[in-house]
């Protein structure tokens, strides 16, 4: 009897602390990604700080980016020692990282909507379903090889064949003569940089939005179809409306992968810090500086180079934390309101 | 639009439909043809010089084979699969089934959620250069396994989590009150029965977090670097660790045309990887799918 009592006692503070492990585990995991963050945003600010307090704000503003004479001597600016010379601003670099973004949106939204609508509302299952495995092959393709194929394939093609006839007859007007003058011979640069960012996020925009057209109730469809509506009637009047903060949710966050993806824009983007004269020259992204430039930053003896990168990261990180909590109040907001709508 | 405009506008609006009809189809080419010929690309440039050895010969230099890199990049994703998979995995059944759901119905975790989303698009190169500057250089690591485990477990354990959590999502409740209808404690109807219903969709998004993490090189330039060496014992201090996607990014501008090979051969053998996890986990949806319709769901 008391025996009994006594091995109960025990199987129920076993059950009990299982859960209790359970919880606490859960509750340390949780929070892993929010210590990251932190993690993250502490190393880029304590390594920038002395590169934020001598570049100021001409660091937004400049467009100079020079590391300054290695030889030279060591200057103490505001107690920071930097080489004599140097003198850095990134709002090229910057620029050049919301370009190729923005050409990246423009190419990827409407392929990523449009393929979507023929998956889901053309296409028979048989057919679809293979082809919609494409697009999670496309997602799932490493991002270096896709810039090696972009750098090697496509960029010397369109260099070729498409970009020169675009460069010669583009009209000579302001804004439009952005798309005239010399073209790069390997094809790397803007254009290419923003066509190979744009392939890389359709898998993102296009699956969300063929499951968010999933998720459109058929009658809304049938009854406009019945009152004689074309297709893109349908689409553009009832099946889009239905799921458009959901569209324009996973469109912000491809722009968000777009403005962070290095390995593929350091390939294809020809590496060259300052602005683009057109949109067929060399360029760079902040992510792509980072990368290729990390490497001659270390031979800076005083340091100043590698928390400039530091600095240029934040830079980075900020508007991708931005885009990021945009998206995802635009999505917490569509789901609020209509049908379980969203990325899930 | 504007030879158009004179027409009947029935005959404009069926011209606009047909134009549309043709465009999405236009589009889904856009999709498929680019996927398609990456990875032809591939295949045409590695497999007419594919030599086996190169499974079996270390990197020298620009030059040899690629065995470091492949042992490597096999080491990294079972680190990857022991440390975000367990994380992210406690984290996603943490969201689903532990935390309350708080007074206003809304779901619980605002702020934590709210990291791992951030976190989830944050950009790989700065999480590579902070893993460099505290890891590599601060703690005195240097270039190795684990400050690259440790950057790469970061960027896919939020992915993890969520993947996790929408899998056990869709557990039906009902599984859950009836464990607990039959005295089951929280763990145990945990263990064997919300978390073996919910297993297939788990593993399916492990896998997939496999595919990324084995697919990345910004994280890992900085963090692991390259070696010629095969990977040894040690997680720190090993000078140098080797992964299939450094060969690519490098090699393909070196002046000897056995780097270009090695630097095809390296990216064949990330797709073959890719397509494999991506099959793998195609094949475990199906067949979930098939049993959950034979029971009569």
């Given at each position: ?15 009990a ?37 001598v570049?100021?704000?001409?660091f ?29 601003g ?29 998956l ?68 790397q ?68 992968r ?5 390995v ?15 949109i ?27 928390a ?15 885009v ?21 | ?5 004179g027409?009947?506008p ?15 189809y ?27 050895s ?14 470091n ?15 975000a ?34 976190l989830s ?32 477990s970061?960027m ?35 263990r ?50 080797a ?34 996890l ?20």
């Amino acid at each position: 009897m008391r025996s009994g009592r006594f091995l109960r006692r025990i199987a129920d503070g076993a059950r009990a602390s299982e859960e209790g492990i359970w919880k606490v585990a859960g509750r340390v995991a949780v929070t892993l990604p929010l210590v990251a963050l932190a993690f993250a945003l502490t190393v880029l600010l304590v390594k920038g700080y002395p590169a934020i307090k001598v570049n100021g704000w001409k660091f937004l503003t400049g467009t100079t980016w020079n590391y300054g004479s290695g030889y030279g001597a060591t200057i103490h600016t505001d107690g920071v020692a930097h080489p004599q010379g140097s003198s850095f601003g990134a709002l090229a670099i910057i620029s050049g990282t919301l370009q190729s973004s923005a050409i990246a949106l423009i190419v990827a939204v409407p392929i990523s909507i449009g393929a979507a609508f023929a998956l889901t509302e053309r296409l028979p299952t048989w057919i679809s379903k293979p082809l919609g495995f494409a697009i999670e092959i496309l997602a799932g393709i490493p991002s270096v090889v896709i810039g090696l194929w972009g750098l090697l394939t496509l960029g010397p093609i369109l260099a070729r064949d498409v970009y020169p006839v675009i460069a010669n007859n583009f009209p000579d007007v302001p804004v439009l003569n952005f798309f005239r003058g010399a073209v790069s011979p390997t094809g790397q640069g803007l254009m290419t940089a923003g066509l190979v960012l744009g392939l890389m996020i359709i898998p993102i925009i296009a699956s969300t939005t063929r499951d968010l057209f999933q998720q459109v109730p058929p009658l809304p469809k049938e009854g406009a179809a019945a009152l004689g509506m074309t297709d893109w009637e349908v689409a553009h009047k009832i099946t889009i409306p239905w799921v458009r903060s959901g569209i324009i949710g996973a469109s912000v966050l491809g722009l968000g992968r777009a403005l962070g993806e290095t390995v593929a824009v350091a390939l294809v983007s020809g590496s060259f810090i300052g602005f683009a004269p057109n949109i067929f020259s060399h360029m760079t992204t902040i992510a792509a500086t980072i990368l290729t430039q990390l490497d001659g930053a270390e031979i800076d003896g005083t340091g100043f180079a590698v928390a400039t990168l530091a600095e240029l990261g934040l830079v980075l990180a900020v508007i991708s934390v931005l885009v990021n909590l945009l998206a995802r109040f635009i999505i917490g907001r569509s789901s609020a309101l209509g049908p379980s709508v969203g990325p899930n | 639009m504007s030879t158009t405009q004179g027409l009947h506008p029935n005959r404009r609006r069926k011209i606009t439909g047909i134009g549309f009809r043709v465009g999405t189809y236009l589009a889904l080419l856009l999709v498929v043809g680019p996927a398609l010929w990456v990875l032809l690309g591939v295949v045409v440039r590695a497999v007419p010089h594919w030599q086996w050895s190169v499974l079996t010969t270390p990197t020298k230099g620009t030059t040899g084979g690629l065995e470091n890199a492949i042992v490597g990049t096999l080491v990294i994703m079972l680190g990857v699969l022991i440390l975000a998979g367990s994380i992210g995995v406690l984290a996603g059944i943490h969201l689903s089934e532990l935390a309350k759901p708080r007074r206003n119905g809304k779901a619980s975790g605002g702020l934590l959620r709210t990291a791992s989303d951030v976190l989830s698009g944050f950009p790989s190169i700065v999480l590579g250069y902070c893993g460099y500057v505290a890891l590599v250089v601060g703690l005195h690591w240097g270039f190795s396994l684990l400050p690259a485990l440790i950057i790469l477990s970061i960027m896919v354990i939020p992915y993890i989590a969520k993947s996790t959590e929408s899998a056990l999502r869709q557990v039906p409740d009902n599984y859950r009150e009836g464990a607990a209808a039959l005295g089951m404690s929280m763990g145990y109807s945990l263990r064997k029965v919300v978390l073996k219903t919910a297993l297939p969709g788990i593993v399916t998004g492990l896998l997939i977090a496999l595919a990324i993490a084995s697919g990345e090189t910004a994280p890992l330039i900085y963090t692991a670097n390259f070696t010629n060496a095969l990977p040894g014992a040690s997680l720190i201090h090993s000078q140098g660790f080797a992964y299939l996607t450094y060969p690519v990014y490098t090699f393909y501008n070196q002046p000897n045309v056995q780097a270009h090979y090695i630097a095809y051969d390296a990216a064949l053998l990330l797709v073959v990887i890719v397509l494999l996890l991506l099959v793998i986990s195609r094949i475990i949806v199906a067949r979930t799918q098939r049993y959950s319709e034979s029971r009569g769901r």
